[in-house]
């Protein structure tokens, strides 16, 4: 790691996975000989059924493995979602559903070791402030852990603390947060005694980021943002002269101090929907995303300076990584491009996978590999460097749309219906 970079989290085991993204919230592990090849029938450690939906990422801290899911149930007679206006016109976006029929929103907890299911706590059920994309779920935030707590946040339905028995520590509501009818995406992060939530909503009236006191739920600050609907979630980073708290945005991107959140600086924004997580290396860090614009830009944290720029091979939702001085981008249709974290030289693009695929899930990198995960389950096991190589190409069987985490020597992938652990 630089030595004048060190990304913030709450850890204190380097083979936690405690967060969106892992232990520095940027889909790195510092762990070696991870299984490379499995199947259905190979390498699989166990195999657990997941009710309902959920495109949150697994979360792990020791013997305890994290999730969330939603489960459908019955329509409620005159139930709607809240009313989106655009040009003083309420409109009803296409594609988007859900808030006619209660859900079960649920938090559970996995040993680790054997995959057995050891508690799960219904945290919401009944009627949805706002609809989902057909495609989104209302289960897709990743719950972030301090090693003693997990914390899961469900948008407009609230935000929830529990210890590692099950029991609810708080609950905190943070207002509805209407997202023209997507959904959420967004997922909380660990600072310190707070727990920061990025919140933006409709085309930008009433958006917000926030930290509350994780021990009590209780609001420390809440500051405005300028910013429309969006679902990345902001990274923490210590650069040359202070920690800053980056986000990232359609109108803006803005850094905060993590402690008060008064605004630091602020940079232009990416026009597109602020979706992929930002990457963080030598005291910068770049932004992009791919929606229907493909922007992408790094910023120098020490003067705030834009260094350069590339917007080409940005994805819708797939978030990139940047690993061992690299950063490697994917497209929704799989398409891969690597480009020097420092100058933005491009090493290659137009790398192809053995399969076409379309991609949700964001990329892990370790021990020297890229492993991407397809919509259909399959993985590719791709060698870091300057040449495009595919090493490995594994399935699980089934559709998976959640990130992969890596914890203990194991891989651990949520599919559609099942939770899998990886290992040899």
Same mark, same amino acid.
């Given at each position: 790691?630089?030595?004048?970079?060190?990304?913030?989290?709450?850890?204190?085991?380097?083979?936690?996975?405690?967060?969106?993204?892992?232990?520095?919230?940027?889909?790195?592990?510092?762990?070696?000989?991870?299984?490379?090849?499995?199947?259905?029938?190979?390498?699989?450690?166990?195999?657990?059924?997941?009710?309902?939906?959920?495109?949150?990422?697994?979360?792990?801290?020791?013997?305890?493995?994290?999730?969330?899911?939603?489960?459908?149930?019955?329509?409620?007679?005159?139930?709607?979602?809240?009313?989106?206006?655009?040009?003083?016109?309420?409109?009803?976006?296409?594609?988007?559903?859900?808030?006619?029929?209660?859900?079960?929103?649920?938090?559970?907890?996995?040993?680790?070791?054997?995959?057995?299911?050891?508690?799960?706590?219904?945290?919401?059920?009944?009627?949805?402030?706002?609809?989902?994309?057909?495609?989104?779920?209302?289960?897709?935030?990743?719950? @972030?852990?301090?090693?003693?707590?997990?914390?899961?946040?469900?948008?407009?339905?609230?935000?929830?603390?529990?210890?590692?028995?099950?029991?609810?520590?708080?609950?905190?509501?943070?207002?509805?947060? @209407?997202?023209?009818?997507?959904?959420?995406?967004?997922?909380?992060?660990?600072?310190?005694?707070?727990?920061?939530?990025?919140?933006?909503?409709?085309?930008?009236?009433?958006?917000?980021?926030?930290?509350?006191?994780?021990?009590?739920?209780?609001?420390?600050?809440?500051?405005?943002?300028?910013?429309? @609907?969006?679902?990345?979630?902001?990274?923490?980073?210590?650069?040359?002269?202070?920690?800053?708290?980056?986000?990232?945005?359609?109108?803006?991107?803005?850094?905060?101090?993590?402690?008060?959140?008064?605004?630091?600086?602020?940079?232009?924004?990416?026009?597109?929907?602020?979706?992929?997580?930002?990457?963080?290396?030598?005291?910068?860090?770049?932004?992009?995303?791919?929606?229907?614009?493909?922007?992408?830009?790094?910023?120098?944290?020490?003067?705030?300076?834009?260094?350069?720029?590339?917007?080409?091979?940005?994805?819708?939702? @797939?978030?990139?990584?940047?690993?061992?001085?690299?950063?490697?981008?994917?497209?929704?249709?799989?398409?891969?491009?690597?480009?020097?974290?420092?100058?933005?030289?491009?090493?290659?693009?137009?790398?192809?996978?053995?399969?076409?695929?379309?991609?949700?899930? %964001?990329?892990?990198?370790?021990?020297?590999?890229?492993?991407?995960?397809?919509?259909?389950?399959?993985?590719?096991?791709?060698?870091?460097?300057?040449?495009?190589?595919?090493?490995?190409?594994?399935?699980?069987?089934?559709?998976?749309?959640?990130?992969?985490?890596? %914890?203990?020597?194991?891989?651990?992938?949520?599919?559609?219906?099942?939770?899998?652990?990886?290992?040899?």
């Amino acid at each position: 790691m630089h030595a004048l970079v060190l990304i913030i989290c709450a850890l204190t085991l380097v083979d936690n996975w405690p967060q969106w993204r892992g232990p520095r919230g940027q889909g790195v592990s510092d762990e070696k000989n991870l299984p490379l090849e499995w199947s259905p029938t190979k390498n699989i450690k166990w195999k657990t059924p997941v009710p309902g939906r959920g495109h949150s990422s697994p979360i792990v801290w020791g013997n305890r493995l994290f999730l969330t899911t939603s489960i459908e149930g019955a329509e409620i007679p005159g139930a709607a979602a809240v009313k989106h206006v655009i040009n003083n016109q309420v409109v009803k976006l296409p594609d988007t559903t859900g808030a006619e029929r209660s859900h079960t929103l649920k938090l559970i907890c996995v040993d680790v070791d054997t995959g057995k299911i050891l508690w799960e706590r219904t945290v919401h059920e009944g009627r949805m402030y706002d609809d989902r994309q057909k495609s989104n779920t209302y289960a897709s935030s990743t719950p @972030a852990t301090d090693g003693s707590h997990v914390y899961a946040f469900f948008g407009s339905e609230g935000v929830y603390c529990y210890d590692f028995e099950g029991k609810q520590i708080w609950k905190a509501s943070l207002g509805g947060i @209407a997202k023209m009818g997507y959904g959420e995406g967004t997922s909380p992060i660990i600072f310190e005694n707070l727990l920061i939530i990025q919140a933006d909503s409709e085309l930008g009236q009433g958006s917000f980021i926030t930290a509350l006191d994780k021990t009590t739920g209780k609001q420390v600050w809440k500051t405005p943002r300028k910013n429309r @609907a969006s679902w990345s979630t902001p990274v923490l980073v210590r650069g040359a002269k202070r920690v800053e708290l980056i986000a990232s945005g359609a109108e803006s991107v803005v850094s905060y101090d993590p402690l008060t959140g008064k605004e630091l600086w602020q940079s232009e924004g990416l026009v597109s929907h602020a979706i992929p997580t930002p990457l963080i290396g030598d005291d910068t860090v770049f932004v992009y995303a791919g929606s229907h614009d493909k922007r992408g830009y790094a910023v120098r944290l020490s003067d705030n300076k834009v260094l350069w720029r590339h917007d080409k091979g940005t994805a819708y939702v @797939a978030s990139g990584v940047l690993y061992d001085g690299s950063i490697y981008l994917i497209t929704d249709g799989g398409i891969m491009s690597s480009l020097d974290a420092k100058t933005g030289q491009l090493k290659y693009e137009g790398g192809r996978l053995p399969v076409a695929a379309t991609f949700f899930a %964001s990329p892990v990198a370790f021990d020297g590999k890229v492993l991407i995960t397809s919509q259909d389950g399959d993985t590719f096991v791709i060698a870091a460097g300057p040449k495009h190589e595919v090493l490995k190409t594994n399935s699980v069987g089934e559709p998976v749309y959640a990130s992969p985490a890596i %914890s203990g020597g194991r891989i651990f992938i949520r599919g559609q219906q099942h939770l899998y652990c990886i290992g040899q």
